[in-house]
């Protein structure tokens, strides 16, 4: 059975991507900070729960030895936004914490997998980026300068690992409505998350992102896919989107 790992499992793009994944016929190791979601979804997979904070080096390197020698599949997913503060009065403590969860996290699960990637002979990683990572926008600039990081770290993993059996994907949604992400960004409060997507007739959800992951990692494994941006049908671009009345 073909294997994979899955950061920030306990909830929306993560979890979906799990479950998808699980139906392709994967053994899902469901990586997160929250036990119990972890354990409830790979119960219901039939995965494997790993406990781990994506930035801490100790925990990470437990999770490669929970993993084994082999693995055929990582998707770094954990990441996250915090704040929409202008530049002009950005604050350190939220653009550390992005650039920590999403930059340094996903260099720290990668190169604690990587070996074991390559060992499977037919490797695939998978790096969550987001359009972020590929357009700028006001108030967005902690959140774009991590995702950019991102998309430099996946582009340039790709050329050095060049000739080895491991292809290399960005994944890059724009507007999903997952249950946290916003709720996250804008420090819990509800009415601000909701007016990200208001009027906004159907956003994203976590399953058409789970299900673009799914499409990359079965494709023959010659098939390369750099980047896949993905959308919903009212964001025709970042700052263009077609909201209802
Ligand atoms: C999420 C997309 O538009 O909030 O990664 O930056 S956006």
Redesign the pocket.
């Known amino acids: 059975m073909p294997t994979a790992v899955v950061t920030g499992a306990s909830s929306g793009i993560g979890a979906a991507s799990a479950r998808a994944l699980a139906a392709e016929g994967y053994h899902v190791f469901c990586v997160a900070r929250r036990t119990e979601r972890i354990e409830a979804l790979a119960a219901e997979i039939g995965g494997t729960a790993v406990t781990c904070d994506v930035t801490d080096e100790t925990q990470v390197s437990d999770l490669a030895d929970a993993v084994g020698p082999t693995l055929d599949l990582l998707l770094n997913n954990a990441g996250g ?1 915090l704040g929409t503060d202008p530049v002009s009065s950005g604050d350190p403590a939220d653009w550390r914490r992005m650039y920590e969860v999403n930059v340094i996290g996903t260099l720290l699960v990668t190169r604690a997998l990587l070996p074991a990637l390559v060992a499977s002979g037919a490797g695939t990683l998978i790096n969550l980026g ?3 990572g590929h357009v700028t926008y006001e108030g ?1 600039g902690g ?1 774009t300068a991590a ?1 950019h990081g991102v998309t430099a770290m996946t582009e340039t993993l790709r050329l050095e690992l060049n000739g080895q059996p491991v292809r290399v994907t960005e994944i890059a ?4 409505r997952t249950d946290e992400f916003s709720l996250n960004r804008f420090g819990g409060d509800t009415a601000r998350a909701d007016a990200i997507y208001a009027g906004v007739r159907q956003p994203l959800v976590a399953e058409d992102v789970a299900d673009t992951i799914a499409w990359v990692a079965t494709r023959p494994h010659h098939v390369n896919i750099d980047l896949l941006v993905v959308k919903p049908l009212a964001q025709a671009a ?1 700052h263009k989107v077609h909201r209802e009345p």
């Not at 949604?173 to 999903?176: A, C, L």
Request: net charge positive; glycine share 16%; aromatic share 8%.
């Open positions: 936004a987001s359009t972020a967005g959140y995702k949604p724009g507007m999903v970042q």
